[in-house]
């Protein structure tokens, strides 16, 4: 009887929960805890909270990978607004990636990580409009800046620096609304300088120099030249 009677309670338990998930409110919105699985299955797709239609606490998404549920994001929400942090994970559980979005955007500082290991691949913002804005940084794995840019709008602006792993400058360009626009300068892994000139638009522009040992061995000139076309009489 004492069998029978912890089997009746928990399936009573079970009902009763069953019953208190994926509810909605007088004005048809979710409401409470809600878990969906994916069709056809009964592998959990996502789990999470709603009050009157809106997400609230910690929301967890899954992939169907073998019939089980894997945990492959998260995004913790509040209650005055539409802004999540959210974070990514591997199949292993490994972080790829963390930040903040609002709705699909992406806003703010993101943070993308090695596969390797723990530490920082990407470093980037983004504006309200889920747009890059402002600086971004991308790393080695050993932690050495390898690519140091500025974004305006979702354009390049001004200044890029690559970086060799021992932190030696490999390259500096400059842009101008996406398009390299300015002087830019090509150096070799000891950072001695190999090759400068000017873009314009886009395109070399002007006296380019090429170097040796430290020596001018080479110039060449990208000044743009008109064609004429002598007209037939």
Do not use: C
Not at 108 to 124: C, F, H, M, P
Not at 218 to 231: A, M, Q
């Amino acid at each position: 009887m004492k069998h029978i009677f912890i089997f009746l309670l928990s399936l009573l338990t079970s009902l009763t929960f069953a019953q208190n998930i994926n509810q909605f409110d007088a004005n048809g919105k979710r409401h409470g805890i809600w878990k969906k699985t994916f069709d056809g299955t009964k592998v959990l797709r996502y789990e999470g909270e709603f009050l009157h239609g809106k997400e609230i606490g910690l929301f967890k998404f899954y992939k169907n990978i073998k019939k089980k549920a894997v945990l492959t994001a998260t995004k913790q929400f509040n209650k005055t607004d539409n802004i999540a942090y959210v974070t990514f994970l591997s199949s292993r559980g490994k972080l790829i990636s963390e930040g903040k979005m609002d709705k699909k955007k992406y806003i703010g500082e993101w943070k993308y990580y090695q596969k390797r290991n723990d530490n920082l691949l990407t470093l980037e913002n983004y504006n309200a409009n889920g747009i890059l804005e402002g600086e971004r940084f991308v790393y080695y794995e050993n932690g050495q800046i390898a690519e140091k840019q500025f974004y305006k709008n979702g354009k390049l602006e001004g200044k890029s620096i690559w970086y060799s792993e021992k932190n030696i400058v490999l390259k500096e360009f400059i842009y101008l609304n996406g398009e390299l626009h300015g002087a830019s300068k090509y150096y070799n892994p000891k950072g001695e300088l190999i090759t400068e000139g000017q873009y314009k638009k886009g395109k070399k522009h002007g006296i380019w120099k090429y170097y040796e040992n430290g020596k001018l061995i080479k110039e060449k000139d990208f000044t743009y030249k008109p064609k004429y076309i002598k007209n037939k009489q």
